[in-house]
């Protein structure tokens, strides 16, 4: 029998450790772990034993975004299937960012595309010094819609232009200047560098922060209606079915630069 994709554990103080478990993909999402982020992160949110929730990716990486393997898969699929896969994304990242309780991300490796809505979500993003980061969706012919209000909401409009417009990579300091990330601790330090922070959440009144997060998120227009979600779902889930981005998905599964490119 296969090991979950997604694992969870939570302690005697009430923090659960939720992690990210396709190492040998480096995480990369696919409907089967999107579901099942969905279904824990559900299930923390009503449990009132769980004060906390840590995310983490076993292995060598947080998140390495979507499988491209998966979405080659999918763009060849009717649009129905397509607009289902990218409200589930959407789902999961809204979830995580309107969770009432406090959410620590823990960053190592590679921290890309999805991985930065994951981050962007969370309410404290600590990030080790190796770790590197890239909104690269228009690399491939796609497009990022459904993680640009939490990344607004973390790095502010003129830096999503800049990297979702080149996709260039950058490091945990450079994150860390651009508001994406709160701290940056040396290799192996993670879990160092979060005790504190978790010490001092767990002396918080639970309803206070869970209000404090609520109001906080309305005062900065970061909750997302109905409205918009739908129109992010369906641009989203469009051009991933374009000729664009099937090119762009070719030249990732062929090692090679897409046809637009012009050195």
Not at 34 to 39: D, G, R, V, Y
Not at 154 to 172: C, Q
Not at 230 to 246: F, I, P
Request: charged share 20%.
């Amino acid at each position: 029998m296969s090991e979950p994709v997604v694992l969870c554990a939570t302690d005697a103080r009430g923090v659960a450790t939720v992690t990210l478990n396709r190492p040998a993909l480096n995480n990369a999402y696919n409907a089967d772990l999107l579901q099942s982020l969905i279904e824990t992160c559900e299930a923390l949110a009503a449990d009132d034993g769980v004060r906390i929730v840590v995310i983490r990716g076993n292995g060598p990486h947080f998140q390495a975004g979507a499988d491209l393997v998966w979405l080659r898969q999918l763009a060849a699929m009717d649009a129905a299937t397509n607009h289902a896969a990218s409200t589930a994304t959407a789902q999961a990242m809204r979830g995580l960012n309107e969770m009432a309780k406090p959410t620590i991300a823990l960053v190592h490796g590679y921290c890309v595309g999805g991985g930065t809505g994951i981050v962007a979500s969370c309410d404290i993003v600590i990030a080790e010094r190796g770790a590197n980061f890239a909104v690269s969706e228009a690399r491939w012919g796609m497009a990022a819609t459904i993680i640009f209000p939490q990344l607004v909401a973390a790095m502010g409009i003129r830096n999503v232009r800049r990297y979702a417009l080149s996709g260039e990579p950058f490091d945990a300091r450079r994150a860390e200047v651009l508001g994406l990330v709160h701290e940056v601790c040396q290799p192996g330090q993670l879990d160092a560098s979060a005790a504190p922070i978790i010490d001092a959440l767990l002396k918080i009144g639970p309803q206070a922060q869970a209000l404090s997060k609520l109001s906080a998120l309305r005062c900065a227009d970061a909750i997302i209606d109905d409205a918009l979600f739908s129109r992010l779902v369906d641009e989203h889930a469009t051009k991933r079915r374009s000729a664009e981005a099937a090119e762009g998905l070719a030249s990732f599964a062929e090692k090679r630069e897409a046809a637009w490119y012009r050195p």
